[in-house]
Nanobody
Framework: QMRLVESGGGLVLAGGSLRLSCAAS????????MGWFRQAPGKEREFVAA????????YYAASVKGRFTISRHNAKNTVYLQMNSLKPEDTAVYYC??????????????WGQGTQVTVSS
């Protein structure tokens, strides 16, 4: 079992920045693609970004490309999501996830409890 714990959420003004972190434990971190998803009130959970096992490849949803950056530090078992130029529509609960394959549209094996991000206009 892998445990994922997110942190770094909060309230920010539009145009501001936040950095989310997700600390993993219980499994070999470098064996997993790491991803971030989000769910806004009344909407389905959606893919935000993913990073490959070694960190060399990253993938983004069109809505965040150019504003968000995903990265990982395998020695610290941590994945990050740097969010810049935040918009009110980025308001959501953000979830960290881990999966050996990391298909943005497929099931992921492990999920964190989520952290709230609220962007005010």
């Amino acid at each position: 079992q892998m445990r994922l714990v997110e942190s770094g959420g909060g309230l920010v003004l539009a145009g501001g920045s936040l950095r989310l972190s997700c600390a993993a434990s219980g499994r070999t971190f470098s064996h997993y693609v790491m991803g971030w998803f989000r769910q806004a009130p009344g909407k389905e959970r959606e893919f935000v970004a993913a990073v490959s096992w070694g960190g060399g490849n990253t993938y983004y949803a069109a809505s965040v490309k150019g504003r968000f950056t995903i990265s990982r530090h395998n020695a610290k078992n941590t994945v990050y999501l740097q969010m810049n130029s935040l918009k009110p529509e980025d308001t959501a609960v953000y979830y960290c996830a881990a999966d050996p394959r990391g298909d943005p549209h497929g099931p992921w094996d492990y999920w964190g409890q989520g952290t709230q991000v609220t962007v005010s206009s």
